[in-house]
């Protein structure tokens, strides 16, 4: 038999094709994301990221030395060069002098300077700048250059962001605030619902049906409806705005969730063996440490994976429960919010911040992935 009996192969194609349009969808814009982290500006405003492994034609704005590099040469003043920086290249096809016409020349065309003088630039770069008097200014004369240049990738733009970046660039810090709000925010409610799991699935107690049923109604309360209720009830107790309070609201925001999927995966492990510990004298407290903890890995897992998700990519409840105007507990999703607020432009800035945003869910995710499908099965199947 080629099939199982039951399942029909266009279905099982079917589902394969959907599969593999679904992670095409989901690779297109990571991958697209994670090149253009490592171009320049003027990689990404002239070419799209499919391209970025050929050379392109790009449009760039030069400089050439200041005027105190000059020397003299019998009878004029020389100045000379390279345009392109150390360690870059290109083949200039046209240049100019105005941004009007910035191909007014074509490559190893010599013209004459507004200020006076003779320029001169060769398709490697190189120029030649003579007069007959000195050259005067504290800047070198600026060039428009068409240039067709090789593909080039660097880390400048992880270094603007995560070290050498001004308040608005420099991630290094958010990144950390992120960690400091998300590790907490995921083991206290793993903690807290676990016991309450036990409880629930093991422990026989008075309207114990009612708090399952009021578990699964919290589940479909929206967190918008709860957020200024709650920031009231922590200025009132003096918690206020800070990381004790964005803790305590992540936690209170995904109990649910978490009591839930846990308690169905507790309630599918074997009868005999919590019996069989109980008849051995063991407690509840060493049956629930030494025995259902251990089974109920997967589960764990499985929401600490959504719960660390939520809370790393969390705007709305850092931004209520967080006080974030000096800047000292800002988290990655704010502050790349503000960027695009006030660096709309740079391109190449705001790939690398989203980037280094979502490496750390990404390898969360793919180091837990084994986990998932077995907790979010929890208790389907008996």
């Not at 492994?53 to 030069?62: A, I, K, M, V």
């Not at 100045?79 to 190893?108: H, K, M, N, P, Y």
């Not at 964005?246 to 063996?273: Q, S």
Request: charge should be neutral; avoid cysteine.
């Amino acid at each position: 038999m080629s099939t199982i009996a039951g399942e029909k192969p266009a279905l099982i194609w079917a589902l394969r094709l959907s599969v593999v349009l679904l992670v095409g969808l989901w690779l297109f814009p990571t991958v697209g994301l994670f090149v253009s982290s490592f171009r320049s500006a003027d990689q990404i405003a002239t070419s799209g990221w499919w391209k970025a492994l050929f050379p392109s034609e790009q449009n760039l704005t030069l400089r050439t030395a200041a005027p105190e590099t000059q020397v003299a040469a019998g009878d004029l003043f020389v100045i000379e060069g390279q345009l392109f920086a150390a360690g870059e290249s290109g083949e200039i096809t046209a240049w100019g002098t105005s941004a009007r016409d910035v191909a007014a020349f074509a490559a190893g065309t010599t013209t004459t300077l507004r200020k006076g003088g003779q320029l001169t630039v060769e398709a490697d770069g190189s120029y030649r700048m003579t007069h007959d008097a000195p050259f005067e200014g504290r800047r070198g004369t600026r060039i428009f250059v068409t240039a067709v240049t090789p593909p080039s990738f660097s880390l400048d733009n992880y270094r603007t962001v995560l070290i050498s970046g001004g308040a608005t660039d420099n991630l290094a810090k958010a990144f950390f605030n992120t960690l400091t709000v998300t590790i907490p925010a995921t083991i206290i409610p793993i903690l807290i619902a676990a016991f309450a799991a036990y409880a629930l699935a093991w422990m026989e107690f008075p309207g114990r049906a009612l708090l399952v049923a009021a578990v699964v109604g919290l589940l479909v309360v929206p967190l918008q409806l709860a957020l200024i209720p709650l920031l009231k009830v922590h200025n009132e107790i003096g918690i206020g705005k800070g990381y004790l309070g964005v803790w305590l609201a992540h936690t209170g925001f995904g109990l649910p969730m978490a009591i839930y999927l846990l308690r169905n995966y507790m309630v599918g492990l074997p009868r005999d063996i919590i019996e069989n510990a109980r008849v051995d004298g063991a407690t509840d407290f060493q049956i629930f440490t030494r025995i259902i903890l251990p089974l109920s890995f997967p589960a764990i897992a499985s929401f600490a994976i959504f719960q660390f998700l939520w809370t790393w990519n969390d705007l709305l409840v850092s931004m209520v429960f967080l006080i974030d105007s000096t800047g000292e507990t800002t988290v990655m999703t704010k502050q790349i919010v503000e960027m695009l607020g006030t660096r709309g432009g740079n391109w190449e800035i705001l790939a690398t911040s989203a980037f280094v945003s979502i490496a750390v869910p990404l390898a969360v995710f793919f180091a837990m992935q084994k986990y998932l499908v077995r907790g979010l099965l929890a208790g389907s199947v008996k």
